[in-house]
């Protein structure tokens, strides 16, 4: 581990760190701990103890992604996570991504002494390059997490300290001491964090499950939480995707003999499509392709990454000779390959994608077989379902879940969620991670297993919660703001073009020029120029000289300036529109004066 300030280059053992947090607060350990970090006088110990711990929830609580919490303690802030959401597309038309806007972060009090990783899914990390322009921390997290995004820093060409962080370790990171425990989930070293200030203990869940049965490579984090629990938790952040879903999410190891049955099927070409950083499942192919003799082709620029990443941290052994070219598939038997493949959400770039959709180097075959090894997140059903279509109608064999056993959730069902209350007894929860439906459910789940009702606090973006003294209290919310990035553009889409858009993807665009005389009369007929209106063109011809007319009837209030002129024959055209055809095309009006 590399700490920049060398004060902060002890890293204290977890017996180490549990013999020490048997001090009481203030006493020699924790009082030489403030003295020195915050210089803070004797006499002002006291008054420090009174400080809250706050909670405001940046994005995560109103949808699946965007997640960011900051928590704030005596002026020092601590930042856990902070990813992108995906909006659906069919509402944000030509968005390619979504986070929390960051603006507020510049005029807080204090220092954010760092930003701590759970994981290296886009929805927890994807967004810190655009937060690292508000605030200039270090991050902090597990290896592979940290891996991915140092490669997207260097993207960015941000130079920020990456610290990665070991499992049996506790990082001091200003006032906050941090552990990263390691759990289950569809990404390599994803953690729960135990999060502790001199005198608040949380502990946030991250993205977890709980492998049952027991994976040979998982973590099993059950006997550390316990123990947490056991030394008292104030307040638990939840997750709650699966929340609504009966049971456990269900062991990758189940997986196996799902996989071997299309192996031992298969007569052509086999190909996995996945979330290209969701190595385990990479390598239950990778085995299996080695069982049967295949070899392996990585399509997709994402997933060549990730499994670059993945084998330098020794996280899948791969051959060079078990990998061929692209380029080179033709020279072995279809029944010897098996295709690793990205857009299991039907991505539209993505290889799999274009390979259903005809526009890529590689083309379907009758024989092939694909196993869809993945969830569709919501609002890509329809995406998802337009290229399993496309795979069978060319002959292809589709594998997908439910329907086969090709996948499991990275994420715990309501058994997994409860243990997690079990295990860590806090006095508080916050269900986190979700739309707001998850959220309600979590805190029905809860209260039903005998949680009290008043103890769990259902929060939206931009809410605040403090903890002081074991009581939790709401503080006055932060406005919440959502920044909209478009496709390869360098500046993000503002609410008003939001809005312009959804409006020309209904009814398209018209736009109307007109000729204005001196005396402020239309000298001909407005024209008027259509585009992706459901209206036939032809129709337009009949609208200038209606539009001249009620123009000319319109009362002079309307017309004694360009923007007033402007917004009567946008009214009037809009008007005629609604009642003859029942539409609300976007009007733009071009004015010119002669
Ligand atoms: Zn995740
Ligand atoms: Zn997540």
């Known amino acids: 581990m590399f700490l920049c300030n060398p004060e902060h280059a002890t890293v204290s053992s977890n017996q180490r760190a549990r013999e020490e947090r048997t001090y009481p607060p203030f006493s020699s350990a924790w009082g030489n701990f403030l003295r020195r970090e915050f210089n803070l006088p004797e006499n002002k110990k006291k008054e420090s103890a009174m400080h809250p711990l706050t909670a405001t929830f940046l994005g995560g609580l109103e949808e699946v992604g965007m997640n960011c919490l900051l928590l704030s303690w005596q002026d020092n802030h601590l930042l856990i996570d902070c990813g992108l959401g995906?909006?659906?597309?069919?509402?944000?038309?030509?968005?390619?991504?979504?986070?929390?806007?960051?603006?507020?972060?510049?005029?807080?009090?204090?220092?954010?002494?760092?930003?701590?990783?759970?994981?290296g899914h886009e929805d927890h990390i994807g967004a810190i390059p655009q937060l690292l322009k508000y605030c200039d921390a270090p991050v902090y997290g597990p290896e592979f997490a940290m891996k991915l995004l140092g490669h997207r820093l260097h993207r960015h060409h941000l130079q920020t300290p990456i610290h990665t962080t070991q499992p049996d370790d506790i990082y001091p990171i200003g006032p906050f001491e941090v552990e990263w425990i390691p759990v289950a989930h569809s990404v390599p070293h994803s953690c729960c964090l135990s999060i502790r200030t001199p005198l608040h203990h949380i502990i946030h869940s991250g993205d977890f499950k709980f492998e049952m049965p027991p994976s040979p490579r998982s973590p099993n984090p059950l006997p550390r939480l316990g123990a947490l629990g056991e030394e008292g938790v104030d307040l638990l952040f939840c997750e709650s995707t699966n929340v609504s879903v009966p049971g456990f999410a269900g062991s990758e190891?189940?997986?196996?003999?799902?996989?071997?049955?299309?192996?031992?099927?298969?007569?052509?070409?086999?190909?996995?499509?996945t979330f290209s950083s969701h190595i385990d499942r990479l390598h239950l192919a990778i085995e299996l392709a080695r069982e049967f003799g295949r070899k392996i082709v990585l399509l997709g620029a994402s997933l060549q990454r990730n499994v670059h990443a993945?084998?330098?941290?020794?996280?899948?052994?791969?051959?060079?000779?078990?990998?061929?070219?692209?380029?080179?598939?033709?020279?072995?038997?279809?029944?010897?390959?098996?295709?690793?493949?990205?857009?299991?959400?039907?991505?539209?770039?993505?290889a799999m994608t274009r390979i259903?959709?005809?526009?890529?180097?590689?083309?379907?075959?009758?024989?092939?077989?694909?196993?869809?090894?993945?969830?569709?997140?919501?609002?890509?059903?329809?995406a998802i379902g337009y290229i399993h279509d496309q795979i069978v109608e060319q002959g292809?064999?589709?594998?997908?879940?439910?329907?086969?056993p090709v996948h499991v959730s990275g994420h715990g069902f309501r058994e997994e969620i409860q243990m997690m209350h079990q295990l860590t007894q806090p006095t508080h929860l916050v269900p986190i991670h979700g739309r707001q439906t998850f959220l309600h459910e979590h805190k029905l789940l809860a209260t039903q297993s005998g949680f009290?009702?008043?103890?769990?606090?259902?929060?939206q973006n931009g809410d605040r919660l403090s903890l002081h003294k074991g009581e939790v209290t709401r503080l006055p919310s932060w406005e919440h703001r959502t920044v909209f990035m478009a496709n390869n553009s360098t500046h993000p889409l503002s609410e008003d073009a939001q809005r312009e858009r959804r409006q020309m993807s209904r009814y398209g665009l018209i736009v109307l020029s007109a000729q204005l005389n001196m005396q402020g009369q239309l000298s001909t007929p407005p024209q008027f120029s259509l585009m992706g209106v459901p209206v036939p063109k032809e129709n337009a011809k009949d609208w200038g000289e209606m539009l001249q007319e009620r123009f000319e009837e319109s009362p002079m209030e309307y017309k004694l300036s360009k923007a007033d002129i402007e917004e009567t024959l946008r009214r009037l055209l809009g008007n005629h529109l609604r009642s003859a055809y029942r539409i609300k095309p976007r009007i733009e009006v071009l004015l010119h004066q002669t």
């Open 86 to 119: 995906f909006p659906d597309p069919s509402y944000y038309p030509g968005v390619e991504a979504a986070h929390p806007c960051f603006e507020r972060l510049e005029h807080l009090e204090g220092e954010i002494v760092g930003i701590v990783v759970t994981h």
């Open 253 to 273: 190891s189940s997986l196996y003999s799902g996989f071997e049955d299309v192996f031992l099927r298969a007569k052509g070409r086999i190909f996995v499509v």
């Open 310 to 350: 993945a084998r330098e941290l020794g996280l899948l052994q791969l051959r060079a000779d078990d990998i061929i070219d692209l380029n080179d598939m033709h020279t072995i038997s279809p029944r010897r390959l098996l295709i690793l493949a990205t857009g299991s959400q039907a991505e539209p770039f993505s």
């Open 356 to 382: 259903a959709m005809g526009n890529h180097k590689v083309s379907l075959q009758q024989e092939d077989s694909i196993i869809w090894s993945s969830r569709k997140i919501p609002g890509n059903e329809n």
């Open 396 to 404: 292809a064999r589709l594998y997908h879940s439910p329907q086969y």
């Open 452 to 459: 009290p009702a008043e103890n769990i606090h259902l929060c």
